[in-house]
């Protein structure tokens, strides 16, 4: 039979331990919540207004709503000349967003769209692009 003694070191080792578990497990918990405040969202939409001396402008996304978003030295632009280039009224802007300091700051900003043909154009002759070719229809005899 064990004796008290044991039995008690024996319990509050248990204790511990799960104690311990217990505020890992938290501290993993808020360690996935701080990365999602962090995490970069994407609006896409029209240009509502651009203010230049505070180096902002505003984009209205149809599902998202409206925001203000702070253009930095490190923001990235594609498809279009840099900051300049942004006008009111632009349609399908894209920018990618992070919270900095309350503010939405873009780490990207680039006109969508283009046409489609990414990477070159399509001959339409039974290549492999776009899924044409062999096996829909189109036989050997066909010229």
Do not use: C
Request: hydrophobic share 35%.
């Amino acid at each position: 039979m064990k004796d008290f003694k044991t039995i008690s070191t024996t319990a509050l080792a248990a204790v511990a331990l799960a104690a311990g578990a217990t505020t890992a497990h938290a501290q993993a918990s808020a360690a996935p919540a701080a990365a999602a405040a962090r995490a970069a969202v994407q609006y896409e939409g029209t240009v509502t207004s651009v203010d230049r001396g505070a180096r902002t402008f505003r984009i209205r996304d149809t599902e998202r709503g409206t925001i203000t978003v702070r253009v930095t030295s490190r923001t990235r632009f594609e498809r279009l000349a840099g900051f300049s280039a942004l006008r009111v009224g632009m349609r399908n802007i894209e920018t990618t967003v992070r919270r900095s300091g309350g503010r939405w700051v873009a780490t990207q900003v680039e006109r969508s769209g283009g046409g489609g043909q990414h990477g070159g154009g399509n001959d339409d002759r039974g290549g492999d692009d776009n899924g044409g070719g062999r096996g829909r229809g189109r036989g050997g005899d066909d010229d």
